[in-house]
């Protein structure tokens, strides 16, 4: 990650151009948030649609490694992160 400048030794041609630089940075990471996101979405409503499949063909739809991340969600552990 690069170190931010000493802003008191730019210019502020050198502070404008920063900041438009930075905007762009901006503007580029929030797009691919975006699409992301949107691939996000289309593969929860893949696994839903599975889902729905296999709960309307009798098959359990919940497991027990399903409940116990459910338990670590709700109590505030995060994947993978071992309980104290």
């Known amino acids: 990650m ?35 996101h949107g691939k996000i979405d289309i593969l929860r409503a893949e696994l839903v649609n599975r889902l729905r499949k296999k709960h309307d063909g009798g098959e359990d739809v919940i497991s027990g490694a399903d409940v116990e991340k459910l338990t670590d969600i709700l109590s505030g552990r995060l994947p993978g992160q071992e309980g104290s």
């Open 2 to 36: 690069d170190t931010f400048p000493d802003l008191g030794s730019l210019t502020d041609q050198e502070l404008k151009d920063l900041i438009q630089q930075m905007t762009e940075e901006e503007i580029e990471v929030s797009y691919k948030r975006r699409i992301l």
